[in-house]
């Protein structure tokens, strides 16, 4: 599976990255009791990702920090982009949540006292949330046994926003700034969607609301991109309703399109040339070697051109498979 970042995964980091867009929805989201206590207006994003590798063609994550009553405390937001969840979620919170202690630590040696990790997920595709949210509810054992032993066992639970559940009337309630709306709506309802222009058209306040922000064309041609990158509305429909909201959004929408066809130029011929190395490099392997095994094919098919090539200058010289294919 790819790990290169999704679509998804673009516009949540860019949108859901700025403090402001991020404390709107945590304010729409977090429990009262918590949002009374916790400092919003000191969000302050911190680096890093705590998501393996192989999952992140399906998990995203930020983090931030806030004071929590006069205490450092870390938000850790993780969106998931798979449909039908993941009921292993839990445990890969913990996991993630333990991976920000560890480095806390690292950075302080002497301090002997862990801070708060508030952990969200926004869930989004078409399919509800219907897994486990607990640690407790992944222990394989009976309830009887688990009543015993359950006071000696890891508690721990994440907050979930469904978006799948979220229908648009109560997302326009949301206290949320414009592109973290339009973020929310897009995520929910943008992927694979030949009507979407049709769907946009009552939510053209809010796309415009986007624009007038200070700074607010790149959000919305982050927005753009978004449509698409996943969208399957005729372009000439999509370019109609943006024409709509004026000049600007017309002249970013026609860029944004462009741009992204030339992107997608680009890949085709980069995957032509790459498949072109991958049948001449295993050619050669057959006619050194005699026919690659199964595990070699793949290996070779999905590599990338760098690696093919790099492989390739190896096949004169090398005595095995093995010679070739060495890392």
């Known amino acids: 599976m790819s790990t290169q970042p999704s679509p998804h995964d673009a516009v949540f980091r860019r949108v859901l990255g700025d403090p402001a867009n991020a404390a709107s929805q945590l304010r729409a989201v977090l429990p009262a009791p918590l949002l009374s206590r916790l400092d919003l207006t000191r969000l302050t994003p911190v680096s890093g990702s705590f998501v393996d590798t192989t999952l992140r063609w399906r998990h995203s994550d930020l983090l931030f920090t806030a004071p929590l009553e006069d205490h450092q405390a870390f938000i850790y937001v993780l969106v998931e982009h798979q449909s039908g969840g993941d009921p292993l979620m839990p445990f890969r919170m ?53 009543d015993a032993v359950e006071s000696y066992l890891p508690r721990f639970r994440f907050l979930l926003d469904d978006l799948t559940r979220l229908d648009e009337r109560a997302l326009r309630t949301r206290p949320l700034t414009p592109p973290t709306r339009m973020t929310l709506l ?41 449509i698409g990158a996943v969208g399957e509305a005729p372009a000439s429909e999509l370019h109609r309703l943006f024409a ?84």
Do not use: C
């Open 94 to 146: 913990l996991h993630y949540v333990v991976r920000i202690w560890d480095r806390y630590l690292s950075e302080r040696p002497k301090t002997t006292r862990l801070p708060a990790v508030i952990p969200l997920v926004m869930h989004h595709n078409r399919a509800p949330w219907a897994d486990p949210t607990d640690v407790i509810d992944l222990i394989d054992l009976d309830r009887d046994v688990l």
């Open 244 to 327: 709509q909201l004026g000049s600007d959004a017309e002249e970013a929408y026609v860029t944004t399109a462009d741009m992204l066809r030339a992107e997608g130029e680009a890949r085709g011929e980069a995957r032509g040339e790459a498949r072109g190395h991958a049948r001449a490099l295993l050619q050669l392997l057959t006619l050194k070697f005699g026919p690659p095994p199964a595990a070699v094919h793949a290996a070779v098919q999905s590599a990338s051109t760098d690696q093919l090539e790099t492989w390739t200058a190896r096949v004169l010289t090398a005595h095995t498979l093995d010679d070739v294919l060495r890392a």
């Open 186 to 226: 897009l995520l929910k309802i943008a992927a694979g969607n030949p009507r979407l222009a049709d769907d946009l058209r009552q939510w053209t306040d809010e796309l415009g609301a986007v624009l007038r922000q200070p700074g607010g064309i790149d959000h919305f041609i982050t927005l753009l991109t978004y």
